[in-house]
């Protein structure tokens, strides 16, 4: 194992919508923890409980989505920088 290089086996490229789909489950997980937080502590607004209650749950379940995308799109970039750097050089050994 070398250290800054990545291995073979975690070329392959990862599936961006899927993780988006998963960071917005997190997303839900965490906007309904923070939902029973509020209810447990007694801490709804009394005008609007609705609007706080699904506004939080949109922001965090998009900003999960958008978060782990960008996550996917970044590594798949670095590891496809990384991918074609072998390449040349394995070009480069064999001429």
């Given at each position: ?11 392959r ?18 906007a ?64």
């Amino acid at each position: 194992m070398s250290f800054g290089r990545i291995e073979e086996k975690t070329i392959r490229p990862w599936n961006t919508p899927g993780l988006a789909c998963l960071g917005a489950f997190v997303g839900i997980g965490l906007a309904t923890a923070h939902q029973f937080h509020h209810v447990s502590a007694d801490d709804l607004p009394e005008q609007s409980a609705i609007v706080h209650i699904f506004g939080e749950l949109f922001v965090v379940t998009i900003g999960g989505a958008v978060l782990m995308a960008i996550i996917s799109v970044i590594r798949n970039w670095l590891v496809g920088r990384e991918a074609e750097g072998r390449s040349r050089s394995r070009a480069d050994f064999e001429s």
